[in-house]
Structure formats: structure tokens, C-alpha cells
Antibody, heavy 118, light 108 residues
Framework: QITLRESGPTLVQPTQTLTLTCTFSGFSLSTSAVGVGWIRQPPGKALEWLAHIYWDDGERYSPSLKSRLTITKDTSKNQVVLRMTNMDPVDTATYYC??????????WGQGSLVTVSS | EIVLTQSPGTLSLSPGERATLSCRASQIVGNNYLAWYQQKPGQAPRLLIYGPSSRATGIPDRFSGSGSGTDFTLTISRLEPEDFAVYYCQQYASSPQNFGQGTKLEIK
């Protein structure tokens, strides 16, 4: 059974760096074609894909946010970490991590609401 | 990058009716790697359809997907009360793996 859980701060101050951790079970990030991605959703708005990391250490980032994002994995801990620098109130959103087969999101975490405010 | 446009923005129907949701891509989606997700308030999205006509595990057969190239459709044959939600399409053929802006399916 595949499960994922996002963890991190619920409140971040403007200009700070957000660090979110996705802890998963039921699969290995060293298995071919497996990946973990991050998606966010501002309140009342649509889903936005952010970043992806793959079994072969490949990384992909949203072009509009690439300069602010870093995604890393710790295969031994079954964790993926997303860092987003220079946070702004417009970055207030629920952040989801998900398991992907290829690039298809087939399992999702429950989401973590992050509010950016001073 | 591929931009996905969903229509309509909101669809008002009654239980038992048929729902047809559209997703149009700005470029051909390679291998027809187009997925549909359902999202209910306060919940994470759930994968319904991928590739573009395969149902995910546990998805009832009243949900079906079709289309190819740039035009894709999600059809719900007979709406159940639990089907009223927001539906998103996503292409997973190329990076960035963009989503559409969503279609809200509401009870009429």
C-alpha cells in the first residue's frame, strides 16, 4: 500500500525559505520509472505542478519557479524534500506530494497548507 | 510548454444525467498521455483516467475517457451524488506537466 505524507511549517514569513518533506511508504525511489513530484493549490484555485525527482536522480522544475526550487531525495529514509526560496504571500497554498509512475501522479498525500504572512 | 484549456468552467447537472467535460491542449499530447483527476473539497485529487482512456484502480465504469492529439473528453454516464466535484486534466507527456484550470461539476 502506497502512502505519502507532507510535513513542514504551516506559517512562513515573507522572504523566508520553505522546506517541505514528503515521507512515503510502499515503494522505493530506486525502482525504475518511479518518481515523486510536488504540486500546489492556492485557496480556491487550480493545481500547479512544481517539481519532480526520479529514480535515476533526474529532476524537473516548473519553468516559472525554477530559480526558487530545489528538490532532493533520501532513498534510505524514503523522503523527498522540496525547498522554495524567497516566499511571498502569493505562495500561500496547499502543497501536495505524489507518487508517479513515469510522470503520472497515481497516489497523493493529503496535503500541507502553508500560509505566507508576517 | 503545453497549455490545457478545460470547458466548461462550471457544469450544472442533475443526478442521473450524463456529463461531458472537455480538455483541449495547445499542442499534440505525446502518446496521448492525458489524465483526469477528481477533487472534492478539502481532499487531495484522485486519479480517475489516464492514457487517455484507462480507468485507475477502483474507478467505477460510469467514468470514461476518450480523445487523442489535442482534444480529450471525460464522460460520466450517469451522475451519482458523489460525482459532484472539480475535475482537472493533466498532460504527463512532457515537462512541465501542466494541469487545466478545472471544471466544477455542480448539482442543478
Amino acid at each position: 500500500q502506497i502512502t505519502l505524507r507532507e510535513s513542514g511549517p504551516t506559517l512562513v514569513q515573507p522572504t523566508q525559505t520553505l522546506t517541505l518533506t514528503c515521507t512515503f511508504s510502499g515503494f522505493s525511489l530506486s525502482t525504475s520509472a518511479v518518481g515523486v513530484g510536488w504540486i500546489r493549490q492556492p485557496p480556491g484555485k487550480a493545481l500547479e505542478w512544481l517539481a519532480h525527482i526520479y529514480w535515476d536522480d533526474g529532476e524537473r522544475y516548473s519553468p516559472s519557479l525554477k530559480s526558487r526550487l530545489t528538490i532532493t531525495k533520501d532513498t534510505s529514509k524514503n523522503q523527498v524534500v522540496l525547498r522554495m526560496t524567497n516566499m511571498d504571500p502569493v505562495d500561500t497554498a496547499t502543497y501536495y506530494c505524489g507518487h508517479t509512475s513515469g510522470w503520472l501522479f497515481d497516489y497523493w498525500g493529503q496535503g500541507s497548507l502553508v500560509t505566507v504572512s508576517s | 510548454e503545453i497549455v490545457l484549456t478545460q470547458s466548461p468552467g462550471t457544469l450544472s447537472l442533475s443526478p442521473g444525467e450524463r456529463a461531458t467535460l472537455s480538455c483541449r491542449a495547445s499542442q499534440i499530447v505525446g502518446n496521448n498521455y492525458l489524465a483526469w483527476y477528481q477533487q472534492k473539497p478539502g481532499q487531495a485529487p484522485r486519479l480517475l483516467i489516464y492514457g487517455p482512456s484507462s480507468r485507475a484502480t477502483g474507478i467505477p465504469d460510469r467514468f470514461s475517457g476518450s480523445g487523442s492529439g489535442t482534444d480529450f473528453t471525460l464522460t460520466i454516464s450517469r451522475l451519482e451524488p458523489e460525482d459532484f466535484a472539480v475535475y482537472y486534466c493533466q498532460q504527463y507527456a512532457s515537462s512541465p506537466q501542466n494541469f487545466g484550470q478545472g471544471t466544477k461539476l455542480e448539482i442543478k
